[in-house]
Structures are given as structure tokens and as C-alpha cells.
């Protein structure tokens, strides 16, 4: 399922996108409530489902940080970078991959599923 990705610095090519061939499948209440519950979590997934296209892991991490630390993307401070990037890679990417919520995949990246059911819980 899951493989190791570079987390070594802000030019890693590791992309998130959505993709055409995602189903839905069921998730049982109780993971995604686990998984929604996280304010990291819910961050990725809005960010990741306002973007029309691939998204690189030092773009996601920038813009998750901006938003916890309430800032505009550029102004990030590298530590705040440095601290959600590790925690996507080692804790949440995982997490919302084992509730198939993304995929992962080291050659194709990492992509929002078309999972509506998922979804349904951000309404």
C-alpha cells in the first residue's frame, strides 16, 4: 500500500491529485470520524479539493501549515513547514490512505479518491 517518500526538502516531486478511477466505497462511521476529528486531516482535504490538478507533498505541507499558523503560504516559518510535512508523511497521508480516502503510491503519487461517501461527512 503505502511506500516511503522523500521528505528531504521543499523541492520534493511527490504529487497529490485526484483521480478518474477511485470508487466508493464504504467506510465504517467511526473512522471517519477519526479521521475527520483531525484539524490537519480536514485541512488536507480541503486544500486538496479546492485544486484541480497534481499537488507537490512541499505544497501541501506550506499550505496546511499557513493555514494552522494563519498566515498567507510564503510566510510560513521553515520549522512549521518542516514539522507538518514530517506528520503528513509519517501520520496523516497514511491514515487517510487507510481509510481510502487517498491513494499512495510512490511512482503515481499520492491522490484524493473519488470516494463521495468520505466526502459526505465535510458537508
Not at 18 to 46: G, H, M, Q, W, Y
Not at 80 to 102: G, N, Q
Request: aromatic share 4%; hydrophobic share 40%.
Amino acid at each position: 500500500m503505502a511506500q516511503s517518500m522523500s521528505v528531504e526538502d521543499r523541492s520534493s516531486t511527490f504529487t497529490i491529485a485526484t483521480t478518474e478511477d477511485d470508487t466508493d466505497a464504504d467506510i465504517p462511521a467511526d473512522t471517519v470520524s477519526d479521521v475527520f476529528a483531525n484539524a490537519r486531516c480536514r485541512a488536507v482535504l480541503k486544500y486538496l479539493r479546492s485544486r484541480d490538478s497534481a499537488v507537490e507533498l512541499d505544497e501541501l505541507a506550506t499550505a496546511v501549515a499557513a493555514t494552522e499558523f494563519g498566515t498567507d503560504s510564503d510566510e510560513v516559518p521553515e520549522d512549521r513547514y518542516e514539522r507538518v510535512l514530517v506528520s503528513l508523511h509519517h501520520t496523516h497521508l497514511p491514515k487517510l490512505a487507510d481509510a481510502s480516502i487517498v491513494s499512495v503510491d510512490r511512482t503515481d503519487g499520492v491522490r484524493v479518491t473519488r470516494n463521495t461517501a468520505a466526502f459526505e461527512a465535510l458537508a
